[in-house]
């Protein structure tokens, strides 16, 4: 069965400070991941893509990584800022089929 | 303004009624989603569509029904609400080519049924 678990579910951290969220997955076979951001009240909205032959992709002070041997993916946030309070959800593509990750619960603090 | 819309923002509603949520998109995707999320579980496909004219079921499609007349509209029927559909719903839509397609959401419908 096709699954994605994201790590950790929730986390504060001070405004500033890097933080980097992880996603795991068992999808088969991979077409591609993506990185969704969504803001409280709102629909996500994607922040960046990994394709299998893509290591390291950066939007701005996020930088997203994967790992297709190990089926890792980790979403680096760097000097974050309030406006990155939010839950960041990750989505593997397998084929025509997505899978969700629950998503992980950011806020961050003044 | 290009996107994607939904309606109504917010519906408390009576078990047993019919209600139908409405999502409209303006970029001339193929392809339109309905999903709900709640709070543990993440984001769920309910129905989906890949082009006018052609529906398909998801992850969790009971009690729920679509349709998809033209290549705009894709609304989300509730024949009978029972308050374990009580969600958040978001439509999504995606230009419906293979691979890296993004998908666009709504703001979401917040529905309350007691």
């Known amino acids: 069965k096709n699954q994605v678990e994201q790590s950790p579910q929730s986390l504060i951290i001070l405004e500033g400070k890097n933080c980097t969220l992880q996603c795991n997955y068992t999808v088969s076979p991979f077409s591609n991941l993506r990185w969704y951001k969504q803001d409280t009240g709102r629909g996500p909205v994607s922040l960046t893509i990994?394709?299998?032959?893509?290591n390291t992709k950066s939007n701005g002070r996020y930088t997203a990584t994967l790992d297709a041997d190990t089926k890792q993916s980790s979403l680096h946030i760097t000097a974050s800022q309030l406006s990155d309070s939010a839950s960041y959800i990750c989505?593997?593509?397998?084929?025509?089929?997505?899978?969700f990750g629950k998503g992980t619960m950011l806020l961050v603090s003044p | 303004i290009a996107g994607i819309t939904q309606a109504p923002t917010s519906q408390i509603l009576a078990a047993g009624r019919r209600m139908t949520l409405r999502c409209t998109q303006d970029m001339r995707h193929n392809a339109m989603y309905w999903y709900r999320q709640d709070l543990g579980l993440g984001l769920r496909l309910i129905h989906y569509?890949?082009?006018?004219?052609?529906?398909g079921k998801g992850e969790v499609p009971d009690g729920y029904s679509v349709s998809r007349a033209n290549t705009d509209d894709f609304p989300l029927t509730l024949a009978s609400a029972v308050p374990s559909q009580t969600s958040v719903y978001f439509c999504?839509?995606?230009?419906?080519?293979?691979?890296?397609?993004?998908?666009?959401f709504g703001p979401g419908t917040r529905l309350t049924v007691l």
């Open positions: 990994m394709t299998f032959s893509e």
């Open positions: 989505v593997v593509r397998g084929g025509s089929t997505l899978t």
């Open positions: 999504a839509s995606s230009t419906g080519s293979s691979g890296s397609d993004e998908q666009f």
């Open positions: 569509s890949n082009t006018a004219g052609t529906t």
